[in-house]
């Protein structure tokens, strides 16, 4: 089963706007959620990521915002820009599991 | 991607025939991973090695087997390809497991 959902699947913004892609999961032991941001023919690459010791982590346009109790986190791309049209992945990590477990990915669109 | 490497980038194959495909890397990380990416699904874990020789099957390892005999290389094998593997196809290493990953450039892989 999925352990991490992810909506949007599809997203459509106008640049200057902000863009919003949600994640929930299912397993408290996870205490690593990265962001990934993936271009058309290329690998996904770490965007930004946060542990559960705090509520939000900033870089530059990018936020996350973690809710430990609700077990959901979100990505913010503020100021969206056409060059952020890429397809998004959150995702979650937990202590000995060895790998990562992915959301199933959102397409973003920022319209100029 | 610098540090990882996965060849070929493209291939097409006939169903019922054996494909290899390889992730190598420079990083000298521990993990190496095989995903696969699909429309809807998102990445799906096939398989992971955590050193030489070890090597775990991850939520779609049917049909796939993997070895690792050095340690920057992580051979995938479709034992005889189905057109239910065509898929774009990605490695990725991490230092440690839960923690975050480098990924690939991909290979893209039709079976016909």
């Known amino acids: 089963q999925q352990q991490v959902k992810q909506s949007p699947q599809s997203l459509i913004v106008q640049k200057g706007g902000i863009s919003i892609i949600n994640c929930a999961y299912e397993?408290?032991?996870?205490?690593?959620f990265p962001w990934y941001q993936q271009f058309p023919g290329k690998g996904p690459a770490l965007l930004i990521a946060?542990?559960?010791?705090?509520s939000e982590k900033k870089e530059g346009r990018f936020t996350i915002s973690f809710n430990k109790s609700a077990k959901q986190f979100s990505l913010h791309i503020m100021d969206s820009q056409p060059g952020d049209s890429a397809t998004y992945f959150c995702?979650?990590?937990?202590?000995?599991?060895?790998?990562?477990?992915f959301g199933t990915g959102t397409r973003l669109t920022v319209i100029p | 991607d610098a540090g990882i490497t996965q060849s070929p980038r493209h291939k097409v194959t006939e169903t019922g025939t054996p494909v290899t495909l390889r992730c190598h890397q420079t990083e000298n990380h521990r993990y190496m991973y095989w995903y696969r990416q699909d429309p809807g699904h998102g990445l799906r874990l096939i398989h992971y090695s955590y050193g030489v020789k070890d090597t775990d099957k991850g939520e779609v390892s049917d049909g796939y087997s993997v070895s690792r005999s050095k340690t920057e290389d992580f051979l995938l094998t479709l034992e005889s390809a189905t057109s239910s593997q065509t898929s774009v196809y990605f490695c990725?290493?991490?230092?440690?497991?839960?923690?975050?990953?480098?990924f690939g450039s991909g290979t893209r892989l039709t079976v016909v």
């Open positions: 946060i542990r559960p010791d705090v």
């Open positions: 397993n408290t032991a996870f205490d690593y």
């Open positions: 995702a979650g990590g937990r202590p000995g599991a060895n790998n990562l477990f």
């Open positions: 990725a290493i991490s230092e440690a497991g839960e923690d975050g990953y480098t």
